[in-house]
């Protein structure tokens, strides 16, 4: 694609028209969307879900290795993941874009039509946003709108002692995959001639640069009659997360080395990489994966799921957060995974 078409020809409004001219809506609930002061809503007596996310060049994504059209995918996976880590259904989003006079009309239009491919996979409706001017960098802010019958909200705080603890998917690839994009940018900017090999590593590359939110997962809750007792998703790390689920319900939890799900691949790429592939796991973060806790006497509801892992049990929160390792031994866990801040 050799088109270029300044934004500047088009002007702010000219190309909020542009990139929204086309939404079609997946909810009757979607009353008013782009194009009033605000978006409007009714939710016929359920409960309101609400979560947002702010995406930063440089900080969530380096453009020089994330196609536009799967950032355009991954900001509305992410954010419609913790709607779903509420066990509630994603129903509408904002997006606000900040950028530069980098940015032509052609490669906004890539980026909106990853946004809207995964609008039509979660059944979500674009209703409004922000566009900016941004001096440094690509700025994202995404929020996420959705529905809950009364009172089926599920929290971060609710896990007991004995219930069992889970996780959809498989851990640590999306970290790998960074590891390995990264490792290529590097070997790109000291000899422009070599050409990034990603051979036989397509599903930790995926798993980053395309992550999907567990929407089949709290489709399968529903249907089996299943309600968590606490639920989180996976975006700083498992151990991270685990620690916030514990912390929020007062509770502690073992959890075995073994049973900690990981991909042939993940287990392929760590060995390369010289890293464990269980502290990738624990660690990695952007997994997106869903970790929750189920009453004991709902695990023959689990049935033959085989995305859903029971990767240990709670405790009371005197017995601490331990990793039951290969080895035979526990360790504490600790918050490794990613945090903005640098410190737990
Ligand atoms: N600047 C802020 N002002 C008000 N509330 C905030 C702010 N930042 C975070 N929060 C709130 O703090 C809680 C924890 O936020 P956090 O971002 O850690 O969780 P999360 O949304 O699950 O993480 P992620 O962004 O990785 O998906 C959420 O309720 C969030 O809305
Ligand atoms: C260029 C680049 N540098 C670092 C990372 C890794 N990373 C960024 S944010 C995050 C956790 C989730 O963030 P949040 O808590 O804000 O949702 C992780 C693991 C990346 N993907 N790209
Ligand atoms: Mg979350």
Same mark, same amino acid.
């Given at each position: 694609m050799s088109e270029r078409t300044e934004v500047g020809s088009l002007g702010e409004f000219g190309l909020i028209e542009h990139l929204t001219k086309n939404i079609e809506f997946h909810n009757a609930s979607t009353l008013q969307g782009v194009g009033d002061d605000a978006a409007v809503i009714d939710h016929f007596g359920k409960q309101t879900v609400l979560s947002t996310d702010l995406l930063l060049e440089g900080v969530h994504f380096d453009l020089s290795y994330t196609p536009l059209q799967h950032l355009g995918y991954k900001t509305v996976a992410v954010n419609v993941s913790d709607i779903y880590a509420m066990n509630a259904t994603p129903t509408q989003i904002?997006?606000?874009?900040?950028?530069?006079?980098?940015?032509?009309?052609?490669?906004?239009?890539?980026?909106?039509?990853?946004?809207?491919?995964?609008?039509?996979?979660?059944?979500v409706d674009l209703v409004g946003g922000d566009t900016t001017s941004s001096q440094k960098g690509f700025v994202i802010s995404c929020?996420?709108?959705?529905?809950?019958?009364?009172?089926?909200?599920?929290?971060?705080?609710?896990?007991?002692?004995?219930?069992?603890?889970?996780?959809?998917?498989?851990? /640590?690839?999306? @970290?790998?995959?960074?590891? &390995? !994009?990264?490792? %290529?940018? *590097?070997?790109?900017?000291?000899?422009?001639?070599?050409?990034?090999?990603?051979? /036989?590593?397509? @599903?930790?590359?995926?798993? &980053? !640069?395309?992550? %999907?939110? *567990?929407?089949?997962i709290i489709e399968f809750f529903a249907g089996a009659g299943i309600r968590p007792t606490s639920m989180i998703d996976i975006s700083d790390g498992l151990s991270s997360e685990l620690l916030h689920l514990c912390k929020g319900s007062g509770v502690g939890a073992m959890l075995y080395e073994e049973?900690?799900?990981?991909?042939?691949?993940?287990?392929?790429?760590?060995?390369?990489?010289?890293?464990?592939?269980?502290?990738?796991?624990?660690?990695?973060?952007?997994?997106?994966?869903?970790?929750?806790?189920?009453?004991?006497?709902?695990?023959e509801k689990l049935g033959n799921v085989n995305d859903i892992t029971v990767i240990g049990y709670i405790t009371d929160a005197e017995a601490g957060v331990q990793l039951y390792s290969k080895g035979g031994n526990k360790y504490p866990v600790t918050a490794q995974g990613w945090n903005h801040m640098g410190n737990a």
């Open positions: 904002l997006l606000s874009i900040g950028f530069s006079n980098r940015f032509s009309v052609e490669a906004l239009d890539e980026f909106y039509e990853g946004v809207y491919a995964a609008c039509a996979r979660y059944g929020t996420a709108i959705g529905e809950v019958a009364p009172d089926q909200y599920v929290k971060r705080t609710g896990a007991q002692k004995g219930d069992l603890l889970c996780v959809s998917g498989d851990l /640590g690839a999306a @970290y790998l995959g960074l590891l &390995l !994009l990264e490792r %290529e940018k *590097r070997i790109w900017m000291e000899n422009p001639q070599i050409q990034p090999d990603l051979e /036989g590593e397509k @599903y930790i590359v995926g798993r &980053l !640069l395309k992550p %999907e939110a *567990r929407k089949d049973k900690l799900p990981i991909h042939d691949d993940t287990r392929a790429a760590a060995f390369k990489f010289n890293s464990e592939a269980t502290a990738c796991a624990l660690s990695g973060g952007e997994d997106y994966e869903l970790l929750f806790t189920i009453r004991q006497d709902d695990f």
